[in-house]
């Protein structure tokens, strides 16, 4: 069996920063497990540009930007395994491997999870109709037209507002398609507000915020789909039906962490990011398991998942070098108005001068307030003139006023008198 | 093109019969206006095979799923095919269900199937997730889960192997006499025959029609189900049901042989023989209908929804009768529920009745020769096969891992996969949870390469299913 003190699954961009960050902190024995033939993931098929203004100041297509961390991860001499799948990952770190050399099992010390996410499906979200050829998620569409160089349709209908939808509007009308419109179940996009503008806006493609498909008609091949009006509570409003003749249906209905590992590995997942619940060190409830990037949390922005993978790198290098021994801190509490917190605990709350808590508001806010609380006691107000579901937000707390913590550390946020 | 006998319908039934008469010397043809064997009802349903206590005395259905129910396991290893006795829970809620469930058992006693009466509580350490007023269960341990595609494909690429010939993409459009006996016109030109055997399904009553005029209609009836995924494989590990009322035998919850649920189905007349479609109604009426016999259901993990249509009949017994005035032509119509159960003992009962005139062959295979499951191997197993074959361990399908050493097995084996569809229902991949999200693309890709044809051509089902439109030279053609 071969022995290695760091597996990082997957090599996207949380694998490839978490590589990285690893080495800088001297740990030389580390192998990067990637399932396709190339370092960067999700990232080689966003070929559109707008990465990197966080790590760079400079607006990189997603290639582009991969390919600095491939570069850095490659000078670094970080060995990556291509076209390598992990099969099986058990609760004593041995990894079952399988390439075209064979089939192998790793024993690690550390293991880095970033895997990444899955695209919610048509199945999923159950929309009632046929199952003809010509409905795809959004994210499968952009590897067809951007990676394979496909045509997959000449009229087509977006449901949902996500990124990946609002992108492949603009991608597939440069590629010579007619995107008659988007519908969005929400009263307000799940997208980037630029995304909006430059995808959308631009190109005249009508958004129909409060409205979902509610039938697909056509066999073999996507003829009609019927979009309705829905009330309050998500509920289609008979009589407002529009119908849109089209062959192509894309989904963007959402992003789920591909945790498929992890649960057989029998660690616990947090039912609101659908990630495990991890520390400040990106570390999960099993000692020396580390996860990073969207298997963690979907993020809206590559620049925060290259972040979150130097922190857990930075974690499993701590970790390996025995310096994350006693836990003892607090939990964190999503309070009103936001959907999670990341990280879930804080473990060390000396160890470093600050610590960055990740969240997200369940609905668009404007004039408000984040409120950072421990118990009933306020550590923090940060006034904001506007929050977006869409949009992740930080709050940077330094190491004296978290050692102090008695309770739990709540984040909420409040309309501004 | 002349054939002794031709088999209109390439579903579990018409796979049955091609593998029981092709013990016969004589030619024998397969048509479905299908691209894959088993592509419609036989794709759609409940995959189980039941006990055979439900039907009612005197009936084909009763007669045919004990016997079928009984050859199961025996074909299932002759074939290779995967079967699971999970065994079904009848789960009674009210005492006005007594009688019916008296009944039930009387039945089963009769008929030799073995069965247990439960308490609630002894249910419960096997079901924790019965619903709370469940007050007595019927268990049958005979009732089984097959693949119902996988048992037809098994059972067809053995006759091919005999000698029997299939043509997919084949519609039989009308049908004359001749002095040998019968020429049918079909999509792909005529096709003389001496025997027809119609087990087309749905259409099974207007194949009849095209020889004598028969007053019994198909009644395509509409199931709707949920499909969970394997993160909610113990929900429950029998087939659990409420006892079965005038509309038939309620909402099932059934752990399917690839450890996912099947939740479903709901029953519909839809008057069409295309709408699978579904429904909020229908999908709905699952949600609350389920109720009555389990809790805790995991929705949240549903993967899919997909409806099928059963080829019901007014009579409710399958009807297997020669055509009026024709000692050569059969017709199989209202093959629905028990129908899968029974296939085997269908096939055998059609070969009792046709008293075919050809002498049995001095040598057929019964057993199909595809063995070879990679799934099956050991990690070092593994190991050493793709040393020697390195395409098993490229890894397509991440959800089920499936590799392309699978999938490329699958295309090259007789009646092999040709579409996205056909390498699913063989090999899965697409099957998990992203639902083909990151390995449809590379499913085509390998399609394209095997088969020898443009990537625009290949096809996710029918004719007209094309996945992607047109070549613009991406990988490096550009």
Redesign the interface.
Known sequence: MRKVQCVIIGGGSAGLAAAVELKKNGIDDLLILEKGPEPGGILNQCIHNGFGLHEFKEELSGPAYAERFADQAKELGIPIECNTTVTAFYPDKTIEVSNSSGYEIIQAEAVVLAMGCQERTAGQIQIPGMRPQGVYTAGTAQRYVNIDGYSIGKRVFILGSGDIGLIMARRMTLEGAKVLGIAELMPYSNGLQRNIVQCLKDYGIPLYLSHTVTNIEGFPRLNKVTITEVDANRRPIPGTEKVFEVDTLLLSVGLVPDNTLTVEAGIQLDPRTRGVEVNEYCESPMPGVFAAGNVLHVHDLVDYVTAEGRKAGRGAAKYLKGELKERGGFPTKAGNGVGYVLPQRVDYPKEDPTVEFSFRVRTPYKNAKIVVRDGDTVLKEIKKPALLPAEMEKVILPNNVLANIRNELTIEVKEAE | MKYNITIIGAGIIGSSIAYCLSKYDCSILVVDKENDIANEVSMANSAIVHAGHDPEDGTLKALLNVEGNRMYPQLCEDIGARIRHVGAYTVMTSPEQQATMDALIKRAEERNIPYEVLTAEEARKEEPNLADDVIKVLSLPSTAIIIPWEVALKQMQVAVLNGTEVKLNCEVKAIRKNENGYVLETSQGEIETEYVINCAGLYADRIANMIAPLDIHTNPRRGEY??LSH?AKDFVHHIVYPIPTDKGKGILAVPTVDENILLGPNAEETGSC?A?????SG?GYIRQELARSVKNVPFHH?????AGLRPSISTKDFYIKKAEGEENFLNLLGIDSPGIASAPAIARYVDDLLKLPYEVKASYETKNPYRFNFQDLT?EE??AY??EH??Y???VC??E?I?EGEIIQSIHEVLGAHSIKSVKKRVRPGMG??????C??LVL?ILARELKVR??DVL????????????????GN?
């Not at chain 2, 549903?302 to 997909?306: C, M, Y």
């Not at chain 2, 007209?464 to 070549?471: E, M």
């Open positions: 949920f499909v993160d295309e699978i479609n579904t429904t909020s999908l549903t993967i899919r929804t997909f990690p593994k190991d793709i040393k390195p395409a361990g490229n890894i991440r959800c891992q590799s949870k992203c639902q083909g999200g990151f449809q693309p890709e990537p625009e996710y089902d029918q004719i007209g299913s094309n996945v992607v439109l047109d070549w613009k030279g991406g990988n550009a």
